[in-house]
């Protein structure tokens, strides 16, 4: 690689650094193209930025990035190094877990979220449970939202409980209708009773 090509490569990897907060460095040695092919993949499905990456190169580009000390992470800069940059805190580690089901790679070397270092593939488990902004929100929003629920729940109870009050009501007020009838019927007898001296 001439020095031209190195500054270039430096700089793309910069560009990819900036502004970035979560940031992961993964070992792909062990994994065949297929495999390798199918973690691309996923990190496209899942919004991640994949990069294979020259050590020494990614070393360069952390040192020339302004505001973020990457210092602790050099020390993993070891054998094959991809850079895994997502705006999901937890999603680059959920993605090496998943690949990694069958086998020992990829595995985590090390990571940096919102200013926090994590050197080794211990940490993996912690990263894939740190909960992301946007889980946070969710769960926020569903607790808002259940008293609301409740609420209406309670609401649509109350005007249960006065429909079948009513209902009950006018199921009782029905037999008191059919008692009346009767007496009416009663009145009029002595009436066909005085009509008969008349007749003789």
């Known amino acids: 690689m001439t020095k031209e090509n190195k500054v270039t490569a430096i700089q793309e990897i910069k560009d990819l650094l900036k ?16 495999v390798t092919s199918d973690f691309r993949r996923q990190a496209f499905k899942n919004d991640i930025t994949l990069k294979v990456v020259k050590n020494t190169l990614l070393q360069k580009a952390m040192e020339q990035t302004e505001g973020v000390d990457y210092s602790e992470m050099f020390e993993t800069f070891k054998g094959n190094s991809a850079l895994l940059i997502s705006d999901i805190a937890n999603a680059p580690a959920k ?13 985590l070397k090390s990571a940096i979220l919102d ?7 211990e940490n993996l488990e912690t990263l894939a449970n740190i909960k992301s902004k946007e889980e946070m929100l969710g769960e926020i929003i569903g607790l808002l939202q259940s008293p609301i629920r409740n609420v209406i729940a309670a609401l649509q109870n109350q ?4 429909g079948d009050a009513a209902s009950e009501e006018a199921t009782e007020a ?19 009773g005085e009509d008969t001296p008349a007749a003789e």
């Open 115 to 121: 200013g926090t270092v994590y050197v080794g593939d």
């Open 159 to 162: 005007d249960k409980m006065k």
């Open 19 to 34: 502004g970035a907060k979560n940031v992961y460095v993964a070992n792909l040695n062990g994994l065949n193209a297929a």
């Open 174 to 192: 029905t037999p008191e209708a059919n008692v009346e009838a009767p007496a009416e019927t009663a009145t009029e007898e002595p009436a066909k």
């Open 95 to 107: 993605l090496i877990k998943t690949v990694r089901k069958k086998g020992d790679f990829p595995s």
